[in-house]
């Protein structure tokens, strides 16, 4: 059983197949973090130690037994008010200004499935994968119920954690902070892992020790960052890819976030994960009830790319819905890098009928169809096709497409206004501003109050309206800037509207998917500055990055691949030199390091020679080898681009059968040594073949001493070597 309560030593413990996680009631009702490691047995409450510390306070009814307090032992969520003076989960103030609570442990529900979310993403099972955990604790004074529920996804090594948060009493209250995780680790030397970035160069992976004090990240931008990623490790300090222990939190939710690892007065480490507390003060009438997003957590024994494969399947088989995943996604082209504003029809139809002569089967029509639409300054949420401009209509360009034998998409940011537009003009009230103060503008664009109905009833008809044009295959919903005036007409508390404002996307997308089932979403805000859990559940492919540099795509893959499994990662193949920094590389280098994603291209083809052609058709062909691997294997790092002269990575089949190594030489010297790549995840005893080359090679010393790469002059060189194992 995944979820087993002892009644004796009052303790809960979660088990998946390498892990187990334990908790306990205290005699006077907290619940005590116990346990989170590899898989065991019997109860840890003896890891948990008490001494009479000076200026570390004890309930009132463990006043005579100063060796109890909350300011030094572990909990499973930490709340404001208690006489902890470490970063808190939970913190909440009454109609009087009062802060803090006391919860106590009220019993407790063990079912089998997975708990859902109402109105938010969250990590889907059915009742044969997973079991719930709903732990209730009370204020009773106060009139407080919070529940935390737990859900362990047994095979997936995945423990699910939110909170609800009730109020059963007479008075109003707030909730100024409400974390979905915290973990207390008792003693250790630990190392954060965390994922900053910026437009353009996100999810750089950090490495750094932990000392004393707190490391916080998040995001206070209205949604997940190009700053941050909301995904945060923890791992011995020396602990490497393949050995060691490691714990993530990721956090399912596309909003502002907190990330937190704090070192404490008796060196104990404690790891946090949810709601970003600035902006937020979430007002509670009595009989209301808040929802926490979801975060998931997994533990590895056994280093950081077996955490990573955790995370990757959770994604693939617990976030990702719909009938795209583990199915192959059709090779774009998309129009932005080729045309920009300057289109019409017969411009995406030639686009189109080149890419088609290359093997691409989906041509999507960029930026610039709608309204007055031709700069980044206006029509906004004028969602109504330029008839003028494209000089036909939409259905007709939709059907000129198909009759070439390919897929349609269309770009559209749903969720902005210009205030050049006549949606501006008719309803001005519908973007986030502050009355009688100036809004703040980012690329002549306003922000849809989509924590008001009205709003997103308002956009969604229009979006649909364009969509029921014709056969629409595939949207890329984009996001370009972030919130800064936080302020809803049709609410007296703004501590609630960034918040509500998330709940009304999440509406809006499964609205779409509800009317469009086999609509193929691509999520994008400025590229990277989206990229999480929660568009993943209904957008199962997210642009990586607006960079579309091969080699700095080898460091923002390398950091994605942490969390995310590659068929998540939007990533194409654009022109050299590139558009973003101006690096030449070669095409076979830039196809390589897009076939670490959902590959495709950005660029027009009646500008490439016929060489650069042919070798297109060449990379289309293998990616359509290569793309069943891509969306199902186990991914490992091979090397650290951002350190090594080699990035390099390797997928392999679940059965071990099927192998692609990637590499990229990242530096170029004179007179250079030969580059040796060790590869992972092969079966013992057998023997790989290559099957370009036809040589064969033992496992055991692949794995051992690794893969001369083959000598090649000239910057930037990739290497892919496809190999299978042979059987008998």
Not at 42 to 48: A, E, R, S, T
Not at 179 to 184: T, V
Not at 290 to 306: D, H, Q
């Amino acid at each position: 059983m995944g979820i087993l309560f002892d009644d004796t030593n009052r303790t809960f413990t979660l088990n998946t197949e390498s892990s187990t996680y334990q908790m306990q009631v205290s005699g006077i009702g907290h619940i005590l973090h116990l346990y989170y490691g590899a898989s065991t047995r019997g109860c840890m409450d003896y890891l948990v130690t008490s001494a009479d510390r000076g200026f570390s306070g004890n309930p009132y009814d463990k006043q005579d037994e100063r060796s109890y307090s909350l300011d030094q032992f572990p909990q499973e969520y930490p709340f404001w008010g208690s006489g902890d003076f470490r970063s808190e989960a939970l913190m909440v103030r009454d109609d009087r200004g009062a802060w803090g609570c006391d919860l106590r442990y009220a019993g407790y529900e063990i079912e089998n499935g997975k708990y859902r979310l109402e109105g938010l993403p969250a990590a889907h099972a059915g009742e044969e994968e997973a079991q719930t955990l709903r732990l209730m604790l009370k204020d009773e004074s106060l009139g407080l119920e919070v529940t935390l529920l737990y859900g362990v996804l047994e095979k997936a090594d995945i423990i699910t954690r939110s909170v609800l948060v009730r109020n059963t009493g007479s008075r109003r209250l707030y909730l100024e902070k409400v974390l979905s995780a915290s973990m207390d680790f008792a003693w250790g030397d630990y190392d954060s892992l965390i994922f900053y970035g910026r437009h353009a160069m996100e999810r750089t992976m950090q490495r750094s020790r932990v000392g004393h004090g707190a490391l916080e990240i998040g995001s206070r931008r209205g949604m997940s960052s190009h700053q941050y990623n909301p995904l945060l490790i923890l791992a011995d300090h020396e602990a490497t890819e393949d050995a060691g222990r490691c714990w993530a939190m990721q956090f399912v939710y596309s909003g502002g976030f907190a990330g937190c690892v704090e070192k404490d007065q008796y060196d104990q480490t404690r790891m946090q994960m949810g709601l970003s507390p600035e902006q937020f003060s979430y007002p509670l009438d009595p009989g209301e009830m808040f929802t926490a997003p979801e975060v998931i957590m997994s533990f590895s024994a056994e280093g950081l790319t077996r955490l990573s494969q955790n995370l990757h399947a959770g994604i693939r088989r617990h976030i990702l819905r719909g009938p795209h995943v583990g199915k192959h996604r059709p090779v774009l082209i998309n129009s932005w890098e080729a045309a920009y504003f300057d289109f019409d029809a017969d411009k995406i139809c030639a686009l189109a009928k080149e890419a088609c002569d290359l093997g691409v089967s989906m041509v999507v029509m960029d930026d610039g169809w709608f309204g007055d639409r031709n700069d980044d300054c206006r029509a906004l949420g004028d969602w109504t096709v330029n008839e003028e401009k494209l000089g036909c209509s939409l259905g007709e360009l939709i059907r000129r497409i198909n009759d070439m034998g390919m897929k349609f998409g269309i770009w559209i940011e749903p969720e902005m206004i210009s205030e050049n537009s006549r949606l501006f003009a008719e309803h001005p009230d519908w973007a986030l501003a502050v009355p009688g103060r100036a809004p703040q503008i980012a690329r002549k664009q306003m922000v849809l109050d989509f924590s008001r109905k009205e709003v997103a009833d308002g956009i969604f008809d229009q979006i649909c309206a364009v969509l029921d044009q014709g056969k629409v295959d595939y949207v890329k919903w984009d996001y370009n800037r972030s919130i800064m005036d936080v302020w809803s007409m049709d609410t007296k508390d703004q501590g609630r509207v960034l918040y509500d404002y998330m709940l009304g996307v999440y509406r809006f997308l499964e609205r779409l998917l509800e009317r469009y089932p086999d609509l193929l979403i691509e999520g994008c805000s400025g590229g990277g500055g989206r990229f999480d859990a929660g568009m993943l559940y209904y957008t199962p492919q997210i642009w990586c990055s607006d960079n579309t540099d091969a080699i700095d795509r080898l460091w923002i893959q390398y950091g994605t691949s942490f969390g995310y499994p590659p068929d998540v990662m939007g990533a194409h193949v654009s022109v050299s030199p590139n558009e973003q920094n101006g690096r030449i590389t070669p095409l076979q280098t830039r196809a390589a390091a897009a076939m670490g994603g959902t590959f495709g291209y950005e660029l027009d083809p009646a500008k490439l020679t016929e060489e650069e052609k042919e070798e297109i058709r060449k990379e289309i062909r293998d990616y359509e080898r290569f793309a069943p691997l891509v969306q199902t294997g186990l991914y490992y790092r091979l090397t650290n681009p951002m350190t090594d002269l080699v990035g390099a990575w390797e997928i392999v089949s679940e059965d071990g059968s099927d192998v692609l190594l990637t590499a990229v030489t990242v530096n170029v010297h004179g007179n250079m040594p030969d580059s040796y790549v060790r590869l992972k995840g092969l079966t013992k005893g057998c023997f790989y073949r290559n099957e370009d080359t036809l040589q064969c090679y033992p496992a055991d010393a692949l794995m051992d001493s690794g893969m001369p790469l083959p000598s090649r002059k000239g910057e930037y060189q990739a290497y892919q070597i496809h190999l299978r194992r042979m059987e008998g």
